[in-house]
Each structure stands twice: as C-alpha cells, then as structure tokens.
C-alpha cells in the first residue's frame, strides 16, 4: 500500500512555544490530507481536510489561527500547533489519498505524540 | 448532527468468532469502513463498505445495511494479535470535500 510518512513521532515542548509537524505521501502525489487529533483511549477526531494550493477546511470547533495547516505541495502538508498549551498534548494523525474518498482508500501515517509541559 | 455508536469493549476467547456492531445517524452518508489501531499505533485499514451486503476479506467480513444504517465487522478465528481497538467510520458527501467521521471505539480483548 501507499506509505505516508510524519515527522517527527514525538516531541516534547514547553508551554506557549509552536510545534510544526509535517505529513508526507512518499509513493503518490496527495490531493488531499486529513489531519486527526486522539486523546488518550478516543477516537480519532477529525480537525481539516486540506487540499494541494488552496485553504484548509476546519471542522466546527478547531480553531484555525491555532493550528495552522499548509498543503503547499501534493506531497506535504503540515500542521502548526501555535502557543501550544498542555490542553493540546494529543496524538496527531495525518493521512493522505491520491484521489477523492470515493475512488481510493486513506492511508495513515505513523502518527506524532505531542507533550506540552 | 452526526453520531455513531459502537460498543466500547468487547471480549472474546482465542480462536472464536467475534462481531462488533455499529450503528449510524448522519447526512450524506456514502459508505461505512473499519479500522484497527493497535495500542501507540496508527489506524489500519479493513474494509470499506459502499452497498449493502458482506464483504470478506480472509479472517474479516464487514457488512451493511442501508436502510437499517447499521453494520458490523466480523472477526473469525481469533488471534492473540487481534487484540486491538476497531473503529468504524462513515464516509461522508460534503458540499466541497467528502469525509470520514470516525465512532469511538471498541476496545477488543481476547482471551486465551
């Protein structure tokens, strides 16, 4: 199956400080990135639907100015959690498809845990 | 609004035959699939299920119904390994993207 990669796994960071986490489809060309926050024993709840050269759609709740996501390529997106608080320690999670959930199947990447002290 | 509902834990015994269930209310609804996630890890697609029926795919069948906005993933012949979460998901039509709205959870233990 198609890989997608996300960097880095971990990271650990001070309260008030901005943490990027990158998502990557190695194999094909990504039209479209989701990217997922998980809490501890959740479920995945999605935050954006990003798509290559234009704005990402935020899901009710998420705060755009907070996490910003960039899709400036059909093989990047990345995620910026600004003034990271303790309250935004979660798993991340992006994934990545070629064509429209219609035709193809997301792959997931590895996931990024993220701590805020 | 949206929701999914889905047991959240489940056990069963070594080499037996599990179902999880999954019921759904949502608008544009297109399609139902099931991931496992293993402790620490990522979502692993199963299976995808866009008509009504039961797909197999070796240990793993996955069914849907429609009309009932229900489905389940059934487990055969169980193994150790398949001590996991499961999620099911809905696939969503949206105005500009489609989505996947994902259920909570079922937490499967397996005993040996």
């Known amino acids: 199956g198609a890989v997608v990669s996300q960097h880095p796994s971990r990271v650990i960071c001070k309260s008030g400080t901005s943490v990027k986490i990158e998502c990557r489809s190695l194999d094909f060309q990504a039209t479209t990135m989701f990217w997922y926050r998980q809490f501890p024993k959740q479920s995945l709840m999605l935050m954006a639907t990003?798509?290559?050269?234009?704005?990402?759609?935020?899901e009710q709740g998420v705060e755009k100015d907070k996490f910003l996501i960039n899709h400036a390529s059909l093989t990047l997106s990345t995620l910026t959690v600004t003034s990271a608080h303790p309250e935004d320690s979660s798993f991340y999670i992006c994934?990545?498809?070629?064509?429209?959930?219609?035709?193809?199947?997301?792959?997931f990447g590895p996931g990024t845990r993220l701590l805020v002290l | 609004g949206q929701s999914l509902e889905q047991p959240s834990e489940v056990t069963a015994v070594e080499g037996a035959i599990v179902q999880i269930n999954c019921t759904y209310q949502t608008s544009g609804f297109y399609g139902l699939s099931w991931y496992q996630q293993h402790d620490g890890g990522a979502p692993t697609f199963l299976s995808y299920?866009?008509?009504?029926g039961l797909e197999e795919t070796g240990r793993f069948s996955s069914f849907l119904s429609r009309s009932d906005s229900y489905g389940y993933l059934l487990l055969q012949e169980l193994q150790m390994k398949d001590s996991a979460s499961y999620f099911c998901?809905?696939?969503?039509?949206?105005?500009?993207?489609?989505?996947?709205?994902f259920g909570k959870g079922t937490r499967l233990h397996i005993l040996p």
């Open positions: 994934s990545a498809l070629s064509g429209t959930l219609r035709q193809e199947t997301q792959y």
């Open positions: 998901a809905v696939y969503l039509a949206g105005n500009r993207d489609d989505k996947i709205i």
């Open positions: 299920n866009g008509l009504d």
């Open positions: 990003s798509n290559e050269g234009s704005k990402a759609t935020y």
